[in-house]
């Protein structure tokens, strides 16, 4: 008996509850990495490295240690400010008179993350407007500036929020999908989509990173390049977590499916 044909509306919906699912999807692990790359361990570490790049940390930390401890030596205060820095940094007096080297180096930058992640990035230029370099918006550098813009805590909260609100979607778009087609595996429903979604956003990520793996002769820029590197291995690493997820649940399947299968009976023999 031949099976009826499915009307062309079921088709057209289904069709379309598939479409909606890939795209909550997508939007779904964009604002889950986004959230992830602008939480406060994460967001301040790639901030630490965008300060040390932006202000040439190392070019003038030599000159910054010699000024603190000569402020110190002349100060009576209790606190002592950073001298002739571009963020508003103060340290104990005795700190200040002893701290040399990387010790100040990670104080320095530690305390930059810090209030650039609360305050945003542009607190460097606000400060000392020589501080911030001028870079150009069409740019590989200007598009990771413009992103180093949107590490803040604030902004932290909102794609959490855009993480929560485009989960249920997704979650009401899978559950519709397989209910609307269940003559589909529904292991292999979701496998399939997790893979779908993640691939194209997985290569697009690596080709980011491959295009700012690009040498530059500036070492400023170079150094730029190598924090939006480092920031887009987060996304990277998720991705390639959620389609390693997806083909273990076909393999998982097809051994579970495969161990499951009724042996083959055997035909009497007719005499």
Not at 109 to 127: E, H, K, P
Not at 176 to 199: D, Q, W
Not at 235 to 241: F, G, K, M, Q, V
């Amino acid at each position: 008996m031949m099976e009826r044909p499915r009307p062309v509306h079921e088709t057209f919906s289904r069709w379309l509850l598939g479409l909606l699912l890939w795209f909550s999807l997508v939007g779904f692990f964009g604002a889950f990495n986004a959230a992830q790359l602008t939480s406060e361990g994460t967001g301040q570490r790639i901030l630490s490295r965008a300060v040390a790049a932006l202000i040439d940390i190392d070019a003038i930390l030599p000159k910054t240690e010699q000024d603190l401890h000569a402020a110190a030596a002349e100060s009576n205060a209790a606190t002592v400010q950073v001298p002739n820095y571009p963020i508003d940094v103060q340290l104990p007096r005795q700190q200040a008179l002893t701290i040399t080297g990387e010790d100040l180096r990670r104080v320095l930058l530690d305390t930059s993350a810090s209030r650039a992640y609360d305050d945003g990035l542009g607190v460097l230029s606000a400060s000392d407007p020589e501080a911030q370099r001028h870079i150009s918006a069409f740019s590989s550098e200007g598009a990771i500036d413009k992103g180093l813009q949107q590490i803040t805590g604030s902004i932290h909260i909102f794609w959490l929020i855009v993480t929560i609100v485009l989960g249920l979607p997704s979650l009401l778009a899978l559950v519709g999908f397989m209910r609307a087609s269940p003559a589909l595996s529904p292991a292999f429903v979701l496998a399939g989509f997790l893979l779908a979604a993640a691939a194209p956003s997985l290569l697009a990520t690596l080709g980011m990173r491959l295009a700012f793996s690009q040498g530059d002769s500036d070492p400023f820029v170079a150094s730029l390049l190598a924090v939006g590197k480092d920031a887009l291995w987060v996304p990277a690493r998720n991705y390639i977590a959620i389609c390693g997820l997806a083909i273990g649940i076909v393999v998982l399947t097809v051994a579970v499916n495969f161990a499951n299968r009724e042996p083959p009976r055997e035909q009497a023999i007719a005499g």
